[in-house]
């Protein structure tokens, strides 16, 4: 089964700060990889996603992340935080060999920007 | 173009009652998701239907947890009787099809459905 470990259930930075936001995941084969955004009160919103093209993905809002195979990793970055960036993050996987779109969802890590 | 919408948004009742969520996914989406995220955690797959099927319900809890999709368009999730650990968010979310080997198609997800049991 797969699954994603999110290190760090709370990050904080400082505004114009560089964010990390670290995921790992486990699989024998990899998976398509996903980080998504969750404001208070809102649903999740896709910010970028690997899908064994390109390695370096970009996503919205200046967000972006590696996948890296030989670290089973996908950290998600930003070079400057924006106050408008505080909200959870997540990080999911599914299965490249399935039918499925099933995701499997990281705990989350909440972004906390200070001025 | 319209997103997943779904009602209410919050709702509180006791412990023994029961509690229906409503979900409206995306214009001719055929793939619909029910995910419950405790405080906390990510969120967890309990239903995905695929027009008015059901594809996966492995970690529904069926002795509680009951969901239907009649005529492959909104949803309905209950839960009867409500126990203390069903306090969470429930979303929903759409796809357009179900992905096949080698491709993926993206998850909507609406604003969920906010229930505490007291």
């Known amino acids: 089964a797969q699954s994603v470990t999110q290190l760090g259930s709370h990050v904080s930075v400082s505004e114009g700060a560089l964010v990390l936001l670290r995921c790992n995941y486990s699989?024998?084969?990899?998976?398509?990889l996903f980080w998504y955004v969750q404001y208070p009160n809102q649903g999740l919103q896709l910010l970028l996603k690997?899908?064994?093209?390109?390695?370096l993905v970009k996503g919205i809002n200046g967000f972006e992340a590696e996948f890296k195979k030989s670290e089973t990793s996908f950290h998600l970055t930003k070079p400057s935080a924006h106050m408008s960036d505080a909200a959870e993050y997540f990080c999911a996987v599914t299965p490249q060999n399935s039918g499925y779109s099933t995701l499997t969802f990281g705990k989350g890590t909440m972004l906390l920007v200070s001025p | 173009e319209a997103g997943v919408a779904q009602s209410p948004r919050y709702k509180i009742i006791e412990k023994r009652q029961s509690v229906a969520f409503w979900c409206n996914p995306i214009?001719?989406?055929?793939?619909l998701y029910w995910y419950q995220q405790i405080l906390g955690q990510g969120p967890k797959l309990l239903i995905q239907f695929q027009n008015n099927g059901v594809v996966d319900d492995s970690q529904l809890p069926k002795d509680r947890f009951s969901a239907e999709r009649l005529k492959g368009v909104d949803s309905t999730l209950k839960i009867q009787p409500a126990k203390l650990e069903d306090s969470a968010v429930y979303l929903c979310?759409?796809?357009?099809?179900?992905?096949?080997?080698?491709?993926?198609?993206?998850?909507?997800f609406g604003p969920g459905t906010r229930l505490t049991v007291l």
């Open positions: 690997y899908t064994s093209a390109a390695t």
């Open positions: 699989s024998s084969v990899p998976p398509y």
């Open positions: 214009s001719g989406h055929a793939t």
């Open positions: 979310a759409s796809s357009s099809k179900r992905g096949s080997v080698g491709s993926y198609n993206e998850q909507f």
